[in-house]
T-cell receptor, first 116, second 109 residues
Framework: GAVVSQHPSWVICKSGTSVKIECRSL??????MFWYRQFPKQSLMLMAT?????????EQGVEKDKFLINHASLTLSTLTVTSAHPEDSSFYIC????????????FGPGTRLTVL | GQNIDQPTEMTATEGAIVQINCTYQ??????LFWYQQHAGEAPTFLSY????GLEEKGRFSSFLSRSKGYSYLLLKELQMKDSASYLC??????????FGAGTQVVVTP
């Protein structure tokens, strides 16, 4: 149980285009999902907390108009990188909070974004 | 806020034991997780500590001292497949994770 999927697993796009990444909890309902970004040889940096049915909460320094998050259902959150630029190239990982009391997060397999 | 420190890299031979330390400063502690991450992959759960003491799970053990803001992950009987980055993550009362920078463990034959 507690499987989280992401799609696509990798994407290459041209500068200025937008890219949508999907995060799904496959066998459980997730009221809260998290979006992280990881640059090479660095740790995961939390970008935003996505709550089903409400606006996402963004971490300091993350542009909400550039990284659009939608959490329309209990099993799906999407991250759209708008007007992507080469500096947005990174590994984007989502996670979903489990239902146990220990706030465990289950991670998706990640999406490698390369902006040319 | 939370500050989490762990060593950048550790090297050990196959069959040996390695201990990865993690120290943290947090305004609200609600548990500590250890994750394993292979290059280009998502983190996978290893252990969870919320009370002081040692949690053992097979070859991996994790220890927590809340008063000292300290945890360690112990890897025993190292195997080549254990070469990976090990992430210490502290969670607060809101369920948000703060990750350390990760410790790259290199296992040599």
């Amino acid at each position: 149980g507690a499987v989280v999927s992401q799609h696509p697993s990798w994407v290459i796009c041209k500068s200025g285009t937008s890219v949508k990444i999907e995060c799904r909890s496959l066998d459980f309902q997730a009221t809260t999902m998290f979006w992280y970004r990881q640059f090479p040889k660095q740790s995961l940096m939390l970008m935003a907390t996505s709550n089903e049915g409400s606006k996402a909460t963004y971490e300091q320094g993350v542009e909400k108009d550039k990284f659009l998050i939608n959490h329309a259902s209990l099993t799906l959150s999407t991250l759209t990188v708008t007007s992507a630029h080469p500096e947005d190239s990174s590994f984007y990982i989502c996670s979903a909070r489990g239902m146990s009391g220990r706030n465990e997060q289950f991670f998706g397999p990640g999406t490698r974004l390369t902006v040319l | 806020g939370q500050n989490i420190d762990q060593p950048t890299e550790m090297t050990a031979t196959e069959g040996a034991i390695v201990q990865i330390n993690c120290t943290y400063q947090t305004s609200g502690f609600n548990g500590l997780f250890w994750y394993q991450q292979h290059a280009g992959e998502a983190p996978t759960f290893l252990s969870y500590n919320v009370l002081d003491g040692l949690e053992e799970k097979g070859r991996f053990s994790s220890f927590l001292s809340r008063s000292k803001g300290y945890s360690y992950l112990l890897l025993k009987e190292l195997q080549m497949k254990d070469s990976a980055s090990y992430l210490c993550a502290v969670t607060d009362s809101w369920g948000k994770f703060q990750f350390g920078a990760g410790t790259q463990v290199v296992v040599t034959p």
